[in-house]
DNA sequence: AAGATTTTGATAGAAAGTGATTGATTTTCA
DNA sequence: TGAAAATCAATCACTTTCTATCAAAATCTT
């Protein structure tokens, strides 16, 4: 994992939880304890955080500005310009699925608002009622650590429902956290609710993800890709399943 | 614990309660009674507050204004007292249900670790993951304004469950988001969790409550009314079917 | 492709935080 | 007032976290 994604991450976490413990940093980015100390100790110098036993804290003096975070951060653009992009796709009148995961939640301010959706992401819940769309919320188990709804009961509440449209992230949730492979139960929920969609889509802000991930998603059923950058081996291997979208500028 | 959150946990209590005691905090933060003494006394030092025998104090000296902090807290105290109350009923190995309401969202950090928990509270889910809670969650119609999962499909998932115990607000959001007459599709799911429990609680820190949202929910099953303040009509009209528990002080 | 540089993970000794105990001090209440 | 109860500061043993260092792995140069 690159330097500046882990920086993002721990700063990320910091500005919603205010305290974060070293433990906690270490599993979400699969890093050393080490790498994380050395980061946080960087961090401090260059005074985006404090340091404190077991962890760091947030600094509350002033330089909380959105800036911070954005200044830590290089790979925000082209995730929001995919969710923009995928936002387009969508039409008055449609139901849509939208998967757990921070890609995804990028479309919603950008969505119609003539429109249902249904999710299993807990993060999406808050903003899609700020904008009054009309939501359906998968019942199952909370995951603590991607807010998303999984399990068999999961399964269950989610093919009571029909979709237009599915929006999926491809590492999901795991680009924003760190995960390489991908939660095995997540990728269920997928899965199935690709099946129950008239069409799915793939947003990938990753120039590089793992074939693996890549393939379990959409080798299974007909799918479209959106993304920012692509290598061309990926695209002639997959060419003839998915139609791939690469959204620039 | 982190320290900091720890302070922050103390100072919250100050801010709201003006004195605490030290086994409050012990309790409230799971800590020892030494690490509690040397937190109080460092936060002393940063002159945060005052020690008094017992516990600590509020220093007056300029942040506060006396009169807001006395408002919030007229209707805060009796609520958590029953809140912790009715955590306290909650047994380790435990699956509960928490209906959606801020009553009944006070019980949180007071609910042993060890338990299971399904809701239909969205406002529940953040500090249930917070506390490392295990946590389902009811799939359905997310309603704006009180932020709980209802609705046809809420009521088949919600099925899908067995509770040991389940607690209910009386006027559960509509205390809150000052409704006087319950909404009938959330009536529709608090009876059905109620059916679904082994044994049921009903929450109440308003004194007067209306006679028909009270028999609405507790004439339909057994329960238990767990109130600050009843009005001995009331004893007497339902004492028969219900047990009733004020808590004071 | 070989060497230099940076990043990473592991380890050991030092430092800090924690919980229990003890005996002193304060408060309570008869 | 005086004895019992509650609270307190001080200390000890124990656990967790921290710093510093080194070698392996990855990345960059030439």
């Keep these: 994992m690159l330097t500046p994604e882990r920086h993002r991450l721990i700063l990320q976490q910091l500005k919603e939880k205010g305290v974060v ?59 929001k ?30 969505l119609p608002k003539n429109i249902v959706v249904v999710t299993n992401g807990l993060m999406h819940v808050k903003p899609l009622l ?19 709804i999984i399990g068999r009961g999961a399964l269950t509440s989610l093919e009571l429902y029909r979709f237009d449209k599915c ?17 095995q139960e997540e990728a269920m929920i997928k899965q199935s609710a690709i099946a129950l969609s008239r069409e799915a889509f793939v947003l990938s802000d990753e120039s590089k993800f793992s074939e693996i991930a890549f393939a379990k ?4 059923h007909e799918a479209s890709i959106i993304t920012d950058e692509l290598s061309s081996e990926f695209q002639d291997q997959y060419m003839s399943k998915t139609t791939i979208k690469v959204v620039k500028e």
Excluded: W
């Design 130 to 148: 700020d904008r009054d769309i009309p939501m359906y919320l998968i019942g199952g188990y909370a995951k603590p650590k991607t807010n998303a």
């Design 81 to 110: 310009r995919i969710a923009k992009y995928a936002s387009s796709l969508v039409e008055e009148g449609d139901c849509i699925f939208l998967d757990a995961g921070s890609t995804v939640m990028e479309m919603i301010p950008y």
């Design 21 to 79: 413990k070293i433990q906690d940093l270490v599993d979400l980015t699969n890093s050393s304890e080490s790498t994380i100390r050395r980061d946080l100790t960087q961090l401090e110098d260059d005074k985006f955080l404090k340091r404190i036993h077991g962890g760091a804290a947030r600094l509350q003096g002033k330089l909380q500005e959105p800036s911070m975070v954005e200044k830590a951060t290089k790979n925000l653009q082209p995730k």
């Design 217 to 220: 998603i959409a080798d299974l």
């Design 167 to 183: 929006f999926m992230g491809v590492n999901g949730i795991h680009t924003q956290f760190g995960y390489t492979t991908p939660d």
